[in-house]
């Protein structure tokens, strides 16, 4: 993971720059078409894998435009802008919550075949739930421009912990695997369902805790943690 997110971090500057110089619309049909490479045929090759049939292979290479995780990064970027944000948060919350449960279907699904899929960055529906939440809560932690964030919710309880949250996930995602070892043999004593849930709410608040008191030193903040 970390040479992807040194690199993302080191070319982001020159990447923002480019970005704020083309209109949203030009992004459409190029973003389209890398959707479907990047995100789309993985999902086919494992329905085609779980069905015993010949998955779709090329020698088409992007990860020089940063591949899939370049593709969330401009997301992101988008939502920042608010491309999304005519999109009613009903129907973002039911779409990612839909997506959600086709990407666990599609687990269950790949494991009564021959080779068991464990779901990646590369999913289409994992992506599609990742953006419709992040809109949503982009939403609620007022990170959308001053013009589609009523001035009376910015102080908000809501919108401070939502805020604190983003800023806070890049140093959860940094020390939450090591945190999640230890955690782990502790959790075989319940049912595999319910320690995967009690691991997650565990994992996610010790991490978090973790690096919003680390951060109050604002060295410890910008030198390990990148938050600004």
């Known amino acids: ?14 990447v923002a720059l480019v970005l704020q110089k083309i209109p949203a619309k030009t992004l459409f049909f190029p973003g389209i078409m890398a959707f479907i490479w990047l995100f789309i045929l993985p999902v086919a090759n494992v329905l085609l894998t779980a069905t015993e049939h010949s998955t779709v292979n090329s020698s088409l290479f992007l990860e020089f435009g940063g591949g899939i995780y ?17 999109i009613r948060g009903s129907l973002l919350f039911l779409t990612g919550i839909l997506s959600f449960i ?14 068991p899929y464990n779901v990646w960055y590369d999913c289409g529906l994992l992506l599609i739930c990742a953006l419709c939440m992040f809109e949503v809560f982009s939403r609620t932690g007022g990170f959308l421009t001053k013009a589609s964030t009523p001035q009376s919710e910015k102080n908000s309880p809501l919108q401070k912990l939502t805020q604190d ?22 959790a075989q004593i319940f049912p595999k369902p319910i320690s995967v849930i009690i691991l997650f709410i565990a994992v996610l608040c010790i991490s978090w805790f973790m690096v919003h008191v680390a951060c109050k030193i604002q060295f410890i903040g910008r030198a390990l943690f990148y938050i600004k």
């Open 165 to 186: 949250l983003s800023k806070c996930t890049f140093g959860i995602y940094i020390i939450h695997n090591p945190i999640l070892i230890m955690l782990m043999p502790h």
């Open 70 to 86: 370049g593709f969330y990064l401009i997301l992101g970027f988008l939502v920042h802008q608010g491309v999304f944000r005519n």
């Open 102 to 115: 086709g990407t666990v279907l599609l687990q269950v699904f790949s494991y009564h075949g021959p080779q």
């Open 1 to 14: 993971y970390m040479p992807m997110v040194l690199g993302l971090y080191l070319f982001l500057p020159f």
